[in-house]
C-alpha cells in the first residue's frame, strides 16, 4: 500500500517538473512475473524507471540502506520501502544465495522484479559488464527478462549530486521479452550463465546508447578512486 501512496503522491510532480518520457511500455506484461533488467545510472532511477509502468516494481537493495540510524536513516528506510526495494545482504557466499532465493519467491508470488546486473552505479555514464546472478534468476524461474534502460538520468542526477538538475528530460526504453528457453536446465553452467547476462547486457547497450566497457563497474570505481588520489598526491 505505501508504495501506491509514494508513487502517487511524487509521480504526478515528478511528470510536472521533469517531463519524462517512455518507449515501449507495452512490452511489460500486464500480470504474471517478469524481471526488468536495467542499467544503472543515477540516483534518480530509482524514481524515474517504475514511475513509466503501472505494476509494483520489487527491487532488491542492500540491507545498509534499512539499519541506518537518526534522521538520516529513518527517511532512508522510508524512501526505499516506497519504491519497493526489499533488503538483502550482498557480501557475497551464503548472501548471494540468500539474495537469489528472494528473489525467485518474488517472481514465483507473480511480480516483477527489478535488478540492475551491474550491481552498482555507473562511475562514468558507460554500461559495465554485468554479474550474473540475473542469468541464474531467469532460467530458475523460467519467466521472461525485459531490458530496461534508463536514458539521461546520469547526466540529470550524477553520483555524489544530491538533487537533479532542472532542464533535462529523463527517459525509459522497455525492449522486447528476452527469451532464454533453450538454455532452461543449464543455471549451474558458468559459460551459459555468461552468455545470458552478455546477451542482458548487448539488448542495454543497444537499448541506452552507451558505450559498453568489459569489466565490472565495481572495480572501475575502485581504480577512479585510485587514480584521483595519486592525482591528488602529485599537487
Same mark, same amino acid.
Given at each position: 500500500?505505501?508504495?501506491?501512496?509514494?508513487?502517487?503522491?511524487?509521480?504526478?510532480?515528478?511528470?510536472?517538473?521533469?517531463?519524462?518520457?517512455?518507449?515501449?511500455?507495452?512490452?511489460?506484461?500486464?500480470?504474471?512475473?517478469?524481471?526488468?533488467?536495467?542499467?544503472?545510472?543515477?540516483?534518480?532511477?530509482?524514481?524515474?524507471?517504475?514511475?513509466?509502468?503501472?505494476?509494483?516494481?520489487?527491487?532488491?537493495?542492500?540491507?545498509?540502506?534499512?539499519?541506518?540510524?537518526?534522521?538520516?536513516? +529513518?527517511?532512508?528506510? #522510508?524512501? $526505499? %520501502?516506497?519504491?519497493?526495494?526489499?533488503?538483502? =545482504? *550482498?557480501?557475497?557466499?551464503? /548472501?548471494?544465495?540468500?539474495?537469489?532465493?528472494?528473489?525467485?519467491?518474488?517472481?514465483?508470488?507473480?511480480?516483477?522484479?527489478?535488478?540492475?546486473?551491474?550491481?552498482?552505479?555507473?562511475?562514468?555514464?558507460?554500461?559495465?559488464?554485468?554479474?550474473?546472478?540475473?542469468?541464474?534468476?531467469?532460467?530458475?524461474?523460467?519467466?521472461?527478462?525485459?531490458?530496461?534502460?534508463?536514458?539521461?538520468?546520469?547526466?540529470?542526477?550524477?553520483?555524489?549530486?544530491?538533487?537533479?538538475?532542472?532542464?533535462?528530460?529523463?527517459?525509459?526504453? +522497455?525492449?522486447?521479452? #528476452?527469451? $532464454? %528457453?533453450?538454455?532452461?536446465?543449464?543455471?549451474? =553452467? *558458468?559459460?551459459?550463465?555468461? /552468455?545470458?547476462?552478455?546477451?542482458?547486457?548487448?539488448?542495454?547497450?543497444?537499448?541506452?546508447?552507451?558505450?559498453?566497457?568489459?569489466?565490472?563497474?565495481?572495480?572501475?570505481?575502485?581504480?577512479?578512486?585510485?587514480?584521483?588520489?595519486?592525482?591528488?598526491?602529485?599537487?
Amino acid at each position: 500500500m505505501f508504495y501506491w501512496v509514494v508513487k502517487a503522491i511524487l509521480g504526478p510532480f515528478l511528470h510536472l517538473v521533469f517531463r519524462p518520457w517512455t518507449e515501449g511500455a507495452d512490452n511489460v506484461p500486464r500480470e504474471g512475473p517478469a524481471i526488468l533488467a536495467g542499467n544503472h545510472l543515477s540516483f534518480a532511477d530509482h524514481f524515474f524507471g517504475p514511475l513509466q509502468i503501472r505494476r509494483k516494481v520489487i527491487s532488491l537493495g542492500k540491507a545498509d540502506y534499512f539499519t541506518g540510524s537518526g534522521i538520516k536513516g +529513518f527517511f532512508t528506510r #522510508l524512501f $526505499f %520501502s516506497g519504491v519497493g526495494t526489499v533488503p538483502i =545482504d *550482498r557480501s557475497g557466499g551464503k /548472501a548471494s544465495e540468500a539474495a537469489l532465493r528472494t528473489g525467485l519467491r518474488i517472481l514465483r508470488e507473480g511480480h516483477i522484479l527489478g535488478i540492475y546486473p551491474e550491481g552498482t552505479r555507473s562511475p562514468d555514464g558507460r554500461l559495465y559488464k554485468g554479474k550474473t546472478g540475473v542469468a541464474r534468476l531467469a532460467l530458475e524461474s523460467r519467466v521472461p527478462v525485459i531490458p530496461w534502460a534508463m536514458v539521461d538520468t546520469y547526466e540529470m542526477m550524477p553520483p555524489g549530486r544530491p538533487l537533479p538538475k532542472l532542464g533535462i528530460r529523463p527517459g525509459v526504453r +522497455f525492449g522486447k521479452p #528476452l527469451d $532464454f %528457453s533453450r538454455y532452461y536446465g543449464m543455471e549451474d =553452467d *558458468r559459460l551459459v550463465l555468461r /552468455a545470458v547476462t552478455d546477451e542482458i547486457m548487448y539488448a542495454l547497450m543497444e537499448l541506452s546508447g552507451q558505450e559498453y566497457v568489459d569489466k565490472y563497474a565495481a572495480s572501475a570505481k575502485v581504480e577512479m578512486e585510485r587514480a584521483a588520489r595519486a592525482a591528488a598526491a602529485k599537487h
